[in-house]
Each structure stands twice: as structure tokens, then as C-alpha cells.
């Protein structure tokens, strides 16, 4: 069935005459459309968005507050036909799903409770001096589309708990359940607080040089974050940028292989790989090297590979066609390469729906594309290592920065390795939780800035200094 869905400006639902559509990568069938903005909408979101900051900025924090709780209400109250629509536009999970709607109804009630306290920088007989933060105004929001919701929410809320007001564009591949999504918290804040726009890629570069915008929070690819930042330079806007990884997982010795077998499995192929922060590189001690490794390749066999609306299903499709086209052409180059395949390798290119198969690769060496890059597919290399520092130097030789995690039967060994990766997040004997109230952003190449708890509240406001004399003029 396909519907074709609105934007949310000024506080309206409005279309436009151009539409783009949206596909089902399961079945590739179109199942909505979307306006397809350009200049003309994008200034008309901006001037509401504007014309609605004094006002919100002023209006009290836990007005506010209230706001962001009734946009979590919305999204709980509605998660049944939410988790739906998402799988038939993403590819995950049913239940995949359900957890990116019900996380994202999470963290925006987490999130409502947070607040930038005034701090004092002096406060003597001579002069009070302290530090508020102030909101920097308009925001521009881009979200790319592997957690089409999550990515939205956690650029809605911040903005609009700090006092900004916002101009969000979802990814063109997936819409659609933001713009339900906009439907359903409309009258939760004031028209032109959250604008949400539609439009193919063209319309990102329109957002970062819009002069009326003041920040971009982004979240996307290492390559579109340096032109953002290029874009965003011409006059000055803050940005906060949140870009790709390449994530190592090391484990030691020690770790239980009955253990870990099944939970190194889905920190690398949870959202069938498409996950900024999934293990990309897995660095497993050699003592322990064949037997893991049979264990997760032996788990893989058991886990099916499907629509994602199916019961049953583990991983879904590649989200789109230029994803799944790269993915493939990386596992045909290790292929070319005579890497040897634990499992998966063999992709169907006339099947219907974007479908890789669960890829595993022996020890391929360090060089081979499938592990030099970020392969976001599921497919998974696994490498052998000697000693720690070895895995250590391996994981850290990587542009990117973005998170990391460590498997062992000693926590405090674990915590030893895990503070000398170069990235924003290690996990010890676990994967892929991120507190909303922790700041989550990458070292070197994997971004700018971060998002969650206060760190990530604080970029959406600048730090103001007032300074009192004692004695009055
Ligand atoms: P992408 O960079 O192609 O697109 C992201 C968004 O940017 C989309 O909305 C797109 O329309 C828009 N865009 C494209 N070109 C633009 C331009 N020149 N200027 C402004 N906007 C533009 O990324 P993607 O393919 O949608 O997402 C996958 C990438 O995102 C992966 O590299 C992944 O690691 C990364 N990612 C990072 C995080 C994180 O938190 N660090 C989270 C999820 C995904």
C-alpha cells in the first residue's frame, strides 16, 4: 500500500507538487511518497523557525520540558503502527524496530530532565561574574538512514530543550515514519518550533549554507560531515558532526567463548551491519582463535536472513541499492582476493530485495578493503593476534574514531585496554549501549563535537558571561 505523506512547516502538514518515493528494500516496492522540497520550502521552514525562536527561548524550561514529554508520549502511544511503517522503509526487525521506537520515546523523557545550570566565576566584594548558556537559534538537522528516529529525535530534543527551534531533513531513503512522526507531535509544540522537511540530497547543502540558520547538528558519512563543515564555515555556523566508524572489537584470552560467541555476533550484524557503532574489525586472540570463530560462524547458520515485517527474521535487507551495490562490491573484492569465507559470500543480484548474505571472513590480512573500510553490511571480518599491544596498535591504526569494545573474564584487564583505544566509546563485555545521558561522539575522523547529556546539550548554546561590578556606575 502506498500513502503519500506531508511536511510539518509552520506548524502545518503541507505537500508540494514534486514528490520523491520511497521504497520497500525487502520487496522494492514504492510504498509512499514525500514532498520534495527545494529552496523555496527550505526558506519558508527557516523564516518560521526563526519568527518562533524569541519567543520560544523565553518560554520557561519546564514548558519545554513538557513539550519534549509529550513528543515521548506520542512516540510510545503510537509505537505499534510506528515500528511498522519503520521496517517497511528501513529493513530491520520487527523487533529491531520496536527498540529504535521505544528508545527513542526513552531518551527523549531522559533527555527532558536535563538542564544547564548557571555557573559562578566570581563572587566577592568587587563584582559577580557568572556563566549562562544561551540557545544559538535556528538549528539545521540531517539524519541519514540507518535510525531514521533515533537520529531524528536526538536532534529535536536537545535543540528544543535548549530553547533553539529546528529545520530537520531525514535521509530521502527513509522519511517516512519521521513524517508520521511529525504528524503526530504537530500540536505538542508551538508552529515553527520543529519544521521537518523533505527533500532529496540537494536539499543538505541548501540547509549547511542557509544564512539564516545558525548550527547543524549532523549525522552521516566522513564524507558529507567535511563538506558540511566546509559548507558550514562561509559563516561560521556551529555544527556538531557525528560521522562513520570503522569499530574494533578485541578479545583476549580469557573470555568464555560459549559466552561471547552469540553476543559478537549481533554486535556486528544488529540493523544487518548498518550501525555506526557495530563491531566492523574483530581482533580475537589466537589461543582461542578457531574455536571462536567456528562459534560464531556455527551461530550464523542458525540465524535467518529475510523481510524483516517476517517473523522470525535476524537481519533484513541492505537498507538501499547504492549501499547494498557497495557492500557487494566489497565482498566480490575479497573474493578477488582469495580471502577465505567462514560463511555468506554468495549474494544473489537477481533476487528481489536488497539481500546480502551474512558474510564472515578468515583472517584476512590488515590491508584488505574489508577491513580497512567501513563496510556497513553484514559482514564481518575476523582477525587473529598475538599479543594485546599488537590488537591494540591494529585497532588504533584507523582514521576513524568512533567506538570500540573489549571481551574478557577480567574487567580490569578489559578496562586497561579499553583506555588506550582512540575512540569516543568503548564498551567492556558488552556492545551497542549508549546512555542518553552520555556524551556519545567520535575521536579523529568520526566526528565533531557529540551528542547526549550535557556535553551534547551544551552545542546547542553558546556560553554567555555577565559580569556585575559591586560598586553601581
Ligand atoms: P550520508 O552522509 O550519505 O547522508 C546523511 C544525510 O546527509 C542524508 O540526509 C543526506 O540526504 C544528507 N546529505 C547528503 N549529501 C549532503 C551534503 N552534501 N550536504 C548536506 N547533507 C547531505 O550518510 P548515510 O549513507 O545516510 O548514512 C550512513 C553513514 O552514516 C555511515 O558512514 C555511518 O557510519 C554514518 N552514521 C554515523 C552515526 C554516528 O552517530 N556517528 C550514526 C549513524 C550513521
Known amino acids: 500500500m502506498t500513502r503519500s505523506y506531508a511536511n510539518l512547516i509552520d506548524g502545518e502538514m503541507v505537500t508540494t507538487a514534486n514528490t520523491l518515493d520511497v521504497v520497500n528494500p525487502a520487496t ?146 527513509t522519511p517516512l515514519t519521521t513524517l508520521r512522526l511529525a504528524e503526530l507531535i504537530k500540536d505538542a509544540v508551538p508552529a515553527g518550533v520543529v519544521n521537518i522537511i523533505t527533500g532529496a540530497d540537494e536539499l543538505g547543502p541548501l540547509i549547511t549554507e542557509h544564512p539564516d540558520i545558525d548550527k547543524i547538528t549532523f549525522t552521516g558519512s566522513t564524507a558529507t560531515g567535511k563538506k558540511i563543515m566546509e559548507g558550514a564555515s562561509k559563516d561560521l555556523k556551529r555544527i556538531t558532526l557525528e560521522l562513520g566508524g570503522n569499530d574494533a572489537s578485541i578479545v583476549l584470552p580469557d573470555a568464555d567463548v560459549s559466552k561471547v560467541a552469540e553476543q559478537l555476533f549481533w554486535s556486528s550484524f544488529t540493523n544487518a551491519g548498518q550501525i555506526c557503532v557495530a563491531a566492523k574489525r574483530i581482533y580475537i586472540h589466537e589461543d582461542i582463535y578457531d574455536e571462536l570463530s567456528q562459534a560464531i560462524a556455527d551461530y550464523a547458520k542458525t540465524v535467518k536472513v529475510g523481510d524483516g515485517a517476517e517473523q522470525g527474521t535476524g537481519v533484513g535487507p541492505i537498507q538501499n541499492k547504492k549501499q547494498f551495490d557497495r557492500v557487494c562490491e566489497l565482498i566480490q573484492d575479497a573474493k578477488d582476493k582469495g580471502y577465505k569465507f567462514l560463511t555468506g559470500g554468495d549474494v544473489d ?20 578493503r574489508i577491513v580497512a573500510e567501513e563496510q556497513f553490511g553484514p559482514v564481518m571480518p575476523l582477525m587473529k593476534f598475538s599479543t594485546v599491544e599488537e590488537a591494540i596498535e591494529r585497532a588504533n591504526a584507523s582514521e576513524y574514531g568512533l567506538a570500540g569494545a573489549v571481551w574478557t573474564g577480567d574487567p580490569d584487564k578489559g578496562v586497561e585496554v579499553a583506555e588506550q ?50 560598586e553601581p556606575a
Open 421 to 470: 583505544l582512540e575512540t569516543g566509546t568503548v564498551w567492556v563485555n558488552e556492545f551497542l549501549h549508549i546512555s542518553p545521558l552520555a556524551p556519545f561522539g567520535g575521536h579523529k575522523q568520526s566526528g565533531f563535537g557529540a551528542e547526549y547529556g550535557i556535553e551534547g546539550l551544551k552545542e546547542f548554546t553558546y556560553p554567555q558571561v555577565i559580569t556585575v561590578k559591586r
Open 28 to 173: 522494492e516496492e514504492v510504498i509512499g511518497q514525500v514532498p520534495a522540497c527545494g529552496k523555496a520550502e527550505l526558506d519558508r521552514a527557516v523564516a518560521a523557525a526563526r519568527r518562533a525562536f524569541p519567543v520560544w527561548r523565553k518560554t520557561p524550561v519546564e514548558n519545554r520540558r513538557a513539550a519534549i514529554m509529550a513528543i515521548s508520549a506520542a512516540i510510545k502511544d503510537n509505537a505499534d503502527e510506528l515500528f511498522r511503517l519503520l521496517t517497511a522503509e528501513q529493513g530491520k526487525p520487527h523487533h529491531q524496530a520496536k527498540g529504535e521506537i521505544l528508545g527513542a520515546a526513552g531518551l527523549a523523557a531522559a533527555q527532558a530532565g536535563l538542564s544547564l545550570e548557571e555557573t559562578i566565576n566570581q563572587d566577592d566584594a568587587t563584582r559577580l561574574s557568572r556563566t549562562r548558556r544561551v540557545p544559538v537559534g535556528v538549528v539545521g538537522g540531517i539524519v541519514p538512514w540507518n535510525f531514521p528516529v533515533m537520529m531524528a529525535v536526538q536532534k529535536i530534543v536537545p535543540a528544543i530543550l535548549s530553547g533553539c527551534t529546528i529545520v530537520l531533513k531525514p535521509s530521502p531513503f
Open 349 to 368: 543480484p537477481s533476487g528481489t530485495g536488497y539481500y546480502v548474505p551474512i558474510t564472515i571472513l578468515d583472517n584476512p590480512p590488515e590491508d584488505a
